[in-house]
């Protein structure tokens, strides 16, 4: 008998694992950039036939370089408030935590309860981790959050406003503002080109229940207005990491530099006073 995992085909289990597969692939290819023994280990403990991907590298790259620059986030955000919360909204297969971890923080994995339950699977919580299973758009959440305005919280939170419209976001991330001064969340978004190109690729997948419905063309422009408790908001290029890699082809790194430049692929962070 296997050890392995057994992940169905069309199951909540199989859309977890594959932004985890993206990124083993990319600790794989380009370890130069991307390491990450952590999904490598996971991908290697699931029983599921991962030859029928095919996934370019810009794909996989863009689920590497977006836990990157959200764990690079999350470790200067400790750096001033070191006995903060860090909170995943959304977080899928995504195991970021030894990555951020500065022996004091606390971590929460937020999911829907199938997500977490799936999870569970593949994962063992750590010391200072658990697992909420709950919406991230109910903000009953923040009663789990076991930290003061001095202590701080922020969240990452990849792959998942972009599928809310703009009401329930403007009503989450003011919500969390007023909640947690000092606080900040980091995101990744798509503007009407970007969320056009994807919801083509899903109308032809026949998957209706993953369209994109909230762009963004401007962050700073149109989120600010939204709540006096927002202090900045920033658009992060990509990292050093990537254009420095001598694996990554050069028409890749355009690519990828032409999405930011075009904001069909942006990195979102947003600051709350």
Known sequence: MSDKIHIEANTVMETLVMPLYGRATCSKKFPDAFPDK????IIDKIDYDFSKLHY????????????YVFCRLARKYLKKHPNATIINLGCGADDSFPEVDNGRCRWINLDLPDIISAREKLFTLREREKNVAMSAFDT???DEIET????????????VLYYFDKAENKKLLTAMAQRFPKGGICFDAVNSMGMKKSNDVVKKSGNSDS???FPIEDAEKEL???????ESVVNHKLPDVLLKSKRISWITKLILKMGVKMKTMQLVELSFR
């Open 211 to 213: 369209m994109l419905v």
């Open 224 to 230: 600010l207005p939204w709540s006096d408790r927002f």
């Open 56 to 67: 370019a590298d810009i794909t996989t790259l863009s689920w590497a370089v977006r836990k």
């Open 148 to 159: 003061s305005p001095e202590d701080g919280l922020f969240a990452i939170c990849g792959g």
């Open 140 to 142: 009953k959440w923040f």
């Open 38 to 41: 952590v999904a490598e280990e």
